[in-house]
């Protein structure tokens, strides 16, 4: 079974930077796409940024855009989200998430990344940005 485990979470300031981590293992194809999903207390989880492993395709959703990287590392299996200018609406637990498909055709269509279509999940780690 795929397994996902996120570290970097921290305290920040605002206009700050932090990188989180997750760290894959379990993988059975080539074709995945994994992503970052954010949830603050009292609000829905919200897509952030996704990569697949294909071709390295990656979508980002505009309350990120400019300001967050998604990358990847395949040789160590290690995905990460480069967080820059960092704002209090960004305080929220972050999970990295993995769906079969490395195709972000229907991310784009749809206009986000619909949790419902991931299939594992990380534990989640806690970004708190501070004013």
Known sequence: EVQLV???GSLVQAGGSLRLSCAASGFTADDYTIGWFRQAP???REGV?????????????DSVKGRFTISSDNAKSTMYLTMNSLKPEDTAVYYCAARRGGSL?????FGGMWPRT???WGQGTQVTVSS
């Open 6 to 8: 996120e570290s970097g």
């Open 42 to 44: 009292g609000k829905e």
């Open 49 to 61: 940024a996704c990569i697949t492993t294909t071709d390295s395709d990656t979508f980002y959703s």
């Open 105 to 109: 055709t229907s991310t784009r269509a």
């Open 118 to 120: 991931y299939d594992y």
